[in-house]
């Protein structure tokens, strides 16, 4: 009974097979998408659904952008391949912004409280070139005034336009605690992962105090440091939470190491010190690295979070000075400032892993 | 049929007696090794067999140093330069450093014993050049096969020029076709080298084709079954394994280890 019907059907599928990659009906399936498309915004536009619903009005532009790019993705040759997926991951925020700008621009969000990307841009262009008279501070120090400085009052000159800058000042605290943080964190970690003795008595510890969100512990660095309001606490905040978080993952990474790689390096002779350079650090390293990144973004938090509360400098503090004021578009530009200093750090910490695991390139 | 070890005036390489080793586990004592019985003369190619979990990759690690017995003696003669390393071993899983190009892995003995760069990088060229991977020298072990990976971690135990070469199933993890093909190489560098081998496997096959002896162990605890002469001229290549006098011998080999296969798989259920 099953087996009459199976070559028909086999046959007719046979038939209904496009004939390859070319086959014309290929570009006809965006016609779909595409005509939904334009029926959703005619909808939209039509019966002014724009104002009442215009998150649905989103959603639903992106659905049918996604199935008209799901539609073009098949048909993209493996050459077009990269242009395809960089086109998806840059087009996107481009939409995005598009969409906010044209919705604020249609006044249904308010530009008092959703400055549209133009305006963010322009008080971007504000700060970054502007002077603060009053706190005697600027955002990146205004470079284009270095040769003048330096020709007026020598390096002293550079030194306090750097000192002056807000991206600087949070730059040099989140590498400073990042680079205090991470050396004893990663020869704690390498300790603990090698001596079981060490472990058994630090581990329960570190862990509990691991879980304690680091920013909690800034009162007591303050209380610790004879100038509470200096740089001191909040270098040291940053370094903390880098320690817990990268002796941990150092940790794990020593344990980590697969032992065969042990035994090959005692058996070839590597003792002490040779057994750690040859043979732990660079078989943790992959490990370690992946809690450097982790450290990161943490850093990058709690230094944020601290200029929040108790600094007269850095993006945190701008960021958190706008909205004091009210001035929503450079709150919006400081954050913009914020994501690419994160941007930054994060493709530098990157680099670096790179130059430093050759091994691992691909 | 007198041993070899017994017509040769000097003392053995490897001298073995009752080696025993006990594990003290939660579940009470484990005995993985139960009073094991090997010499090897200098020179000679040893293959122990047995079926898994006899203890066979234990007793290469009480020989390496890897791992220390409960009960008897174990110990490799030193040579005459007493500045070579007695043993070294090529591990199952390649274990050749991931993080070190290949000309840096096989030179990785030698550098821990000191010796300078241009000297051991030319020591390990050589031997590299003589398994036909001198041109990958500066490769990264991920970027060459399985089979290259396993070439170069038996050159890196081979720069090192030890007392005896200590092999654990080190073709195990190898596809048939790659395992013909070192088994072949491994013959060929024997026979350059006449290095003293203790060499475990789970192929009876191999270890005929291979080895001078073969030391049969029991299923767990791990002992000495038996012990067989392999009669068979060198050199040797992939094509001896066609003789009738090998498949005799290979015969008579199962016939003794089949039982213990058994047994093992019914000690495991």
Known sequence: MTDAPRPARLGAADEALPDGPAHPSAWRSLLGPLTALAAWNALFFGAALWRPAWWLGLAGEFVLIVMAAERVGRRVPPRGRRLYERSLAFGFPVLVLVAWQLIVDANILSPMWFPPPTRIAAALWDLATGYDKFSGTSLIGRPWLIPAAFHAHGLAGVWSLFAESHVWVTLARVVAGFVIGMVPGILVGVVMGINQTVRLMLDATLSAVYVLPKIAIFPLVMLMFSDPFGEGPKITVVAISVFFLVAINTMAGVRDIDPVFLQAGRNYGARGLNLLRHVIIPAALPIIFAGLRLALGTALVVIIAVEFLRAKQGVGFITYYYWQVLLPDKMYAALFVVMVLGALLTFVLQWIERRVMPWQRR | ?269
């Not at chain 2, 005929?208 to 392999?230: C, K, Q, S």
């Open chain 2, 1 to 269: 049929m007198t041993t070899v070890a017994n017509s040769e005036p000097r003392p053995p390489k490897i001298i073995s007696r009752h080696v025993s080793k006990v594990y003290d586990t939660v579940g009470g004592r484990v005995t993985a090794l139960d009073g094991f019985d090997l010499d090897v003369a200098d020179g000679e190619f040893v293959c122990v067999v047995g079926p898994s979990g006899c203890g066979k990759s234990t007793y290469l690690r009480i020989l390496a140093g890897l791992d220390t017995h409960t009960s008897g003696t174990i110990r490799i003669r030193p040579g005459d330069d007493p500045k070579k390393p007695l043993n070294a071993v090529v591990f199952q899983e390649y274990a050749i450093f991931p993080w070190k190009t290949v000309i840096d892995n096989v030179a990785f003995g030698l550098q821990m014993r000191g010796v300078g760069r241009a000297e051991r990088l030319a020591v390990a060229q050589d031997w590299l050049d003589r398994v036909g991977l001198g041109k990958f020298a500066g490769y990264y072990p991920h970027q060459i096969s399985g089979g290259m990976k396993q070439r170069v971690g038996i050159v890196r135990a081979l720069a090192n020029d030890p007392e005896v070469l200590l092999m654990d199933e080190p073709l195990g993890a190898l596809d048939a076709q790659t395992r013909i093909v070192l088994q072949e190489e491994l013959l060929r560098i024997w026979e350059e080298t006449r290095k003293t081998v203790v060499y475990i496997t789970h192929s009876l096959d191999e270890a005929i084709l291979l080895g001078d002896r073969i030391i049969l162990m029991t299923a767990h605890p791990g002992t000495n079954l038996a012990a067989f002469e392999v009669p068979i001229p060198r050199p040797r290549t992939v094509a001896t394994m066609n003789l009738p006098v090998f498949a005799e011998l290979r015969a008579e080999i199962w016939a003794l280890l089949g039982r213990e296969v058994n047994r093992a798989m019914e000690l495991m259920a």
